[in-house]
């Protein structure tokens, strides 16, 4: 596996702190991200996802803990929107130039605006997709909200 990927390479560029971290992908897993943080022997709360959805019709990148669900309503009302949804698997992946399961915040093809669930900031350091199935970077997450310009909300559901 190559540890080199656009989104490794966009936090080069932009001089990050970060490690890389490999792990076994499973393909038939549940939940990607909870078998991530399994794998990686850390909390699920600490292993954020990095879900697509479409905000009035519109791209949009949404971080969130690995063990939550996203608020669409929440989703909708950070961007100013009045509904929210999920993006369809091929559409994400043409939008991001990743394959789902390895769809990294960083180094999109095109660059969607993003919002990260505010609780991820109560943790030193915290884990995301590396662009590629298998690959995580570990990085603060005030780093990852100034590298992508991020609104830091309250994105998860309640339940």
Not at 31 to 57: N, S
Not at 66 to 83: I, P, Q, T
Request: glycine share 8%.
């Amino acid at each position: 596996m190559s540890k080199t990927t656009r989104a490794t390479l966009f936090l080069k560029q932009k001089g990050a702190q970060f490690t890389v971290h490999t792990y076994d992908y499973d393909p038939d897993a549940d939940k990607v991200g909870i078998q991530a943080a399994e794998a990686l022997g850390e909390r699920p709360e600490r292993v954020l996802k990095t879900l697509m959805a479409l905000v009035d019709g519109k791209p949009v990148c949404v971080v969130v803990p690995s063990d939550r669900e996203v608020s669409m309503k929440k989703l909708a009302a950070v961007f100013g929107g009045k509904s929210a949804q999920m993006m369809k698997p091929a559409d994400a992946e043409r939008a991001t130039g990743y394959v789902v399961g390895g769809i990294s915040p960083f180094g999109q093809k095109k660059a969607a605006p993003t919002a990260i669930e505010e609780a991820a900031l109560v943790h030193d350091l915290v884990y995301l997709n590396g662009g590629q199935r298998g690959l995580q970077v570990r990085l603060r997450p005030s780093d990852i909200a100034g590298l992508l310009d991020a609104k830091m909300a309250p994105l998860v559901s309640d339940e």
